[in-house]
């Protein structure tokens, strides 16, 4: 069973940068595609970034692009999310999800296509 864990959440100021980071332990990330979501309160989950199995393909979502970042680090079997010019609109409980990806393609944003989730980290944007 793939167990995720997210890391890095925080409070920040508007304009702030933070860096979320997904880990597992016991089994490798290199086969499985990621993404990252988030969910505001009162609010549906929301898909923000994702990436291949491979690296080579991301994806993001409109609100973010241009400001987040996302990466693997295989030698730490981690992916990051580097997220910059933070706004309170990005305030959500951050979650990182897997779906195994043997032949790499485009990730996607929508929640139903991830089989593994991790409990999710806050995140707090505000002055």
């Known amino acids: 069973q793939l167990q995720l864990v997210e890391s890095g959440g925080g409070f920040v100021q508007p304009g702030g940068s933070l860096r979320l980071s997904c880990t597992a332990s016991?089994?490798?990330?290199?086969?499985?595609?990621i993404g990252w979501f988030r969910q505001a309160p009162g609010k549906a989950r929301e898909g923000v970034s994702g990436?291949?199995?491979?690296?080579?393909?991301?994806v993001y979502a409109d609100s973010v692009k241009g400001r987040f970042t996302i990466s693997r680090d295989k030698a730490k079997n981690t992916i990051n999310l580097e997220m910059n010019n933070l706004s309170p609109e990005d305030t959500a409980v951050y979650y990182c999800?897997?779906?195994?990806?043997?032949?790499?393609?485009?990730?996607?944003?929508?929640?139903?296509?991830?089989?593994?989730w991790g409990q999710g980290t806050q995140v707090t944007v505000s002055s």
């Open positions: 999800a897997a779906v195994r990806q043997v032949v790499p393609h485009p990730p996607s944003l929508e929640r139903d296509r991830y089989d593994f």
């Open positions: 016991k089994v490798t990330l290199d086969n499985h595609a």
């Open positions: 990436i291949s199995s491979s690296g080579l393909s991301t």
